[in-house]
């Protein structure tokens, strides 16, 4: 194609567009005319915007339930965890439970591993088993201790209080009944 094909095709556009505007300002031509079309336009604009308004409202609403149930997984995890270094690093320092007999003082007791799994749900509530793994110790007392103590901030986190009984072995949540077991590295 030439320059000259181009300019020809360049002059036949500039005289459509040329004819438009000269078409607005014609008295012959009426303007509801005009704002009909663009009404038509309008419209479809407003369709298209519900259609993807309505598309992402039903993503939402259908993600909505497994967003929740993670979150709630995560909520509680976390503070097993932090309960758990709590307790081991309290324990170094040398701060048990009352009339538990424990002498840790001046030892390094770390949690260097922490899982959890997810089972299959029983009656409505799925079992999560959080696991750590003790180093610096290998007495049982310390390791319940330090299960103990992440449970009652389980609890505590979502119930405002430490009332759960020493001798819990779970802590249920809207979804989920959680239960905290340790080995040793």
Not at 70 to 90: C, F, H, I, S, W
Not at 92 to 102: A, E, R
Not at 139 to 165: C, M, R
């Amino acid at each position: 194609m030439g320059i000259n094909t181009y300019l020809v095709t360049f002059q036949k556009r500039f005289a459509a567009i040329e004819e438009n505007l000269h078409s607005l300002h014609n008295p012959y031509i009426p303007f509801n005319a005009i704002k009909l079309n663009m009404r038509s336009e309008r419209g479809q604009t407003s369709i298209e915007l519900i259609l993807v308004v309505g598309a992402v409202i039903l993503i939402t609403i259908s993600v909505y339930p497994a967003i929740k149930s993670q979150t709630e997984l995560n909520k509680r995890v976390t503070p097993a965890r932090d309960g758990a270094t709590y307790a081991a690093n309290m324990m170094g320092l040398g701060f048990t439970k009352s009339g538990s007999g424990i002498t840790q003082a001046n030892k390094t007791i770390k949690i260097v591993g922490m899982t959890y799994s997810k089972g299959t749900a029983v009656g409505g509530l799925t079992p999560v088993a959080i696991s750590f793994e003790i180093q610096g110790t290998n007495d049982a007392t310390v390791g319940q201790e330090i299960a103990d103590h992440s449970l009652k901030v389980i609890y505590h986190v979502f119930n405002g209080n430490y009332g759960i009984n020493d001798s819990a072995t779970y802590v249920d949540s809207e979804s989920y009944r959680f239960t905290v077991n340790y080995t040793f590295a």
